[in-house]
């Protein structure tokens, strides 16, 4: 049975010169079974969203949240793992990464074996690792689906209007990646407003290459899906994106003026 969700966007296939490069790079044996399911996808989105673990996380519950993992491809995926230790801070060694957004992150951990690694958690924030599961097949056993309450429902806060303002205008630049991150897609909110032009191009001036990354990632798809629209606001995007030679953000720049290209 797939483990990938159905609606996931379905990335380039998965080869055996990606799999080649990716051992080649890293000097060690990636396991058959996390293989097989990236031959099947090479990578997104999982139809589960959490994992039974031993250990309580900073929320008191012996779960971690997982609804997607990493796909094989040169600069993608699991190859981006020593990028992201660097800008997260990650002192482990012998490690690849195949899921996380930066906060946290699910690795193989080859220091015992180069070809029967361990599945650990990396907590960024708490500077904490845990052991997850004896290998990937187990890791497959312990993804579950979590359920919630009505009364669970009815407490996720929907952020208003005027707190992602506030959000976009703190003076910490975590908030205001997290305002602008909100308000890139909440789709009633202007894009064509002074205060988030003046808020992207914080991120850019001073957040960090994964904050940066996350929000053209945004910005690009909802161009590319016609939910925003603004000139202005993509001529200024496209403005601050042409200063940077980080490749994730090139790419993102390219997509968005092939998208214009195409429509005009």
């Keep these: ?48 969203d959490a994992v039974h673990v031993d250990f309580v996380n900073e929320d008191g519950e012996g779960l971690i949240l997982l609804d997607s993992l990493y796909g094989i491809k040169p600069n993608e995926g699991i190859m981006e793992t020593e990028y992201l230790r660097e800008e997260w801070g990650i002192t482990k060694d012998k490690i690849i990464l195949i899921a996380g957004d930066g906060h946290s992150f699910i690795a193989f951990d080859y220091e015992d074996s180069s070809t029967s690694p361990k599945v650990i958690y990396i907590d960024t924030e708490r500077d904490e690792v845990h052991l997850v599961a004896e290998s990937f097949d187990t890791l497959l056993s312990l993804m579950y ?37 909100l308000w890139i897609h909440s789709f009633p909110m202007p894009k064509k407003d002074d205060l988030l032009y003046q808020a992207i191009a914080k991120v850019f001036h001073e957040g960090t290459e994964y904050q ?12 590319i899906q016609n939910d925003i629209t603004s000139k202005d606001f993509i001529d200024m995007f496209l403005s601050l994106l042409g200063k940077e030679e980080n490749l994730d953000l090139v790419i993102n720049r390219e997509t968005i003026e092939e998208h214009i290209a195409e429509n005009k």
């Design 212 to 223: 940066k990354i996350n929000i053209a990632t945004s910005v690009s798809n909802e161009i």
């Design 145 to 181: 689906t979590q359920e919630y309450e009505e009364e669970e429902r009815d407490d996720i806060h929907v952020p208003t209007h005027e707190e992602i303002r506030e959000l976009a205008s703190s003076s910490n630049i975590n908030d205001v990646s997290k305002g602008v991150y």
């Design 1 to 48: 049975m797939s483990i990938w969700e159905a609606e996931s966007d379905k990335p380039a296939k998965l080869t055996q010169k990606d799999i080649e490069l990716a051992e080649k790079t890293f000097g060690v044996t990636l396991p058959q079974s996390y293989l097989k399911v990236l031959l099947e996808q090479n990578g997104g989105y999982l139809k589960t």
